[in-house]
């Protein structure tokens, strides 16, 4: 079992930044694919961002691309979210997400594929 501890979020107005962290527990999470995900009410959780842990590619949605900032921290088995520009729309619950899958499957999962999940850190954006 991963166990994924989320820091971060809050309340921003629009234009302003925030930065999400997420912890894994597991030392064994190398070859796993870690990254975040966002959910707003009646709507799918969707990828933000992901990347490979021990690889170098990361993917970043178009959505948010140009103003969000992923990255991975092997050593310390950490996934950061460095959020500037915000919108409105960003308003959602951030939800760190790992599973354990081939660094070239990362960008393609889905979140009914995910195996573990952080408990959701809230960004709210007031325009």
């Known amino acids: 079992q991963v166990e994924l501890v989320e820091s971060g979020g809050g309340s921003a107005e629009a234009g302003g930044s925030l930065r999400l962290s997420c912890a894994a527990s597991d030392h064994a999470v190398s070859g796993y694919c870690m990254g975040w995900f966002r959910q707003t009410p009646g709507k799918e959780r969707e990828m933000v961002a992901i990347g490979y842990l021990g690889g170098s590619s990361t993917y970043v949605a178009d959505s948010v691309k140009g103003r969000f900032a992923f990255s991975l921290d092997v050593s310390k088995i950490s996934a950061y979210l460095e959020m500037n520009s915000l919108k409105a729309e960003d308003t959602a619950m951030y939800y760190c997400?790992?599973?354990?899958?081939?660094?070239?499957?990362?960008?393609?999962?889905?979140?009914?594929?995910?195996?573990?999940w952080g408990q959701g850190t809230q960004v709210t954006v007031s325009s």
């Open positions: 997400a790992a599973h354990r899958a081939r660094a070239w499957m990362c960008q393609s999962l889905s979140s009914t594929d995910i195996a573990f």
